[in-house]
C-alpha cells in the first residue's frame, strides 16, 4: 500500500511541475459550393381535372413536388420534340 501512495503522490508532484500540453484547434473554413440561381417566373395554364388527378398521384407515390414534375415534363418533351435553342433576343 506504502509504494502505491508513493506512487500516487510522485504523479501528483510530477502534474504540478509540468504544464499540460494543450492541444491547439486549427479552424478551418467550410467550403461553400455556391449554389447558382435560376430565375424563376410563373406558369398557368389549364389542364383535364383527371391529368391533375394523376400527376398529383404520381408525386404522391414517388414523393416528387408538382412544381418538379412540370419542369422534368417539359424539360423532357422538348429534349425529345424541340429544335435546338437558337439564341434569342430578350426584349427588356
Known amino acids: 500500500m506504502d509504494k502505491y ?14 504544464r499540460p500540453k494543450t492541444p491547439i ?9 455556391a449554389d447558382i440561381k435560376v430565375v424563376e417566373v410563373q406558369f398557368n395554364n389549364w389542364i383535364p381535372k383527371t391529368l391533375l388527378k394523376r400527376v398529383k398521384a ?24 424541340a429544335k435546338p435553342e437558337i439564341n434569342v433576343k430578350k426584349a427588356d
Not at 484547434?25 to 459550393?33: A, N, S, T, Y
Open 25 to 33: 484547434q486549427e479552424v478551418q473554413p467550410v467550403k461553400v459550393i
Open 5 to 18: 501512495k508513493d506512487k500516487l503522490g510522485g504523479l501528483a508532484d510530477k502534474l504540478k511541475q509540468e
Open 58 to 81: 404520381f408525386g404522391l407515390e414517388y414523393d416528387i413536388s408538382l412544381k418538379n414534375i412540370n419542369i422534368q415534363a417539359l424539360e423532357l418533351y422538348l429534349n425529345l420534340k
